[in-house]
């Protein structure tokens, strides 16, 4: 023991016996960019922390694994009454003006901008950092057979095309968060 | 906050253990801090290290893990083989530096 003591030494709990077989499990159902990142980062967080992860893509979720729309995800504010410009919380925009031409395209740059400048990837580079890491990502099968994809339209990194009964089969135990 | 003394230094932690103040690290300490939750120093671990007191004397903050990654060309899943578990927060527990912050 190379620690001698003037009070014994803390040491971090980094491997506690109690927060082993801890499991996570996400599913990401939306396809809109604002709704992609919770999820991504949620699992990033919870893989950092020694945490088995499961994602699980499904509906419009899909959106953020199939190679064709992954990197090219939109952010619309109508309906989004919470909508303001970065920086002016009590500077409301009217959601309507995001049904005119141009508002869309307009407001997912401006949430790029906004996510790059926190050293956040975009959501292809993100999905990689996941994989790296040891997020285990999963297609829904109802999902893909809707849109005629196979495993070759999706990322790479994607495990598998699999049943919900598969998913909740394999997330035994987890804790599940809908997004 | 507490003291304690770790391979003959005196340093100050906080409830988790941390060091509190980044200054009171030294190179040899590391290697202690390291056995403290059973990791062997390699060098690809110093190289690590190094990288992590650099930018955080530079940007007041630790470095994220994905930070780390793209600043030291080291791919995340070499980080998580020398880091088993939670390879940010052991980077900074044998660099001396707090917890990173960021989220990503």
Partial sequence: ?179 | MTTTTIAGHEVDVNEEGFLTRPEEWSEDLAPELAQLIGLQLSEDHWKLIHFLREDYAAQGETATLRRVSTQTGTPVKTLFTLFPGKPAKKMAYVSGLPKPKGCV
């Fill in chain 1, 1 to 179: 023991m190379t620690a001698t003591d003037t009070a014994p030494a803390i040491v971090p709990s980094f491997d506690d016996p109690s927060s082993e077989g801890r499991k996570l499990a996400i599913i990401c159902s939306k396809g809109s960019l604002d709704m992609a990142y919770p999820g991504l980062i949620l699992a990033n967080a919870a893989i950092g922390e020694g945490v088995e992860t499961h994602l699980f893509f499904t509906f419009w979720g899909f959106d953020m694994i199939n190679k064709a729309t992954m990197g090219d995800l939109k952010f619309s504010f109508v309906g989004n009454t919470a909508m303001h410009p970065p920086g002016h919380t009590g500077l409301g925009i009217h959601h309507m003006l995001g049904a005119l031409p141009g508002a869309t395209a307009a407001a997912t740059a401006l949430l790029k901008k906004q996510i790059a400048e926190q050293d956040v990837p975009e959501v292809p580079e993100f999905l990689e950092l996941l994989s790296a890491s040891g997020v285990h990502l999963w297609a829904c099968r109802m999902s893909a057979d809707m849109n005629h994809l196979t495993e070759d339209d999706l990322y790479e990194g994607v495990e598998g095309i699999i049943s919900a009964s598969d998913f909740i089969e394999l997330t035994d135990g987890a804790q599940l968060l809908f997004i």
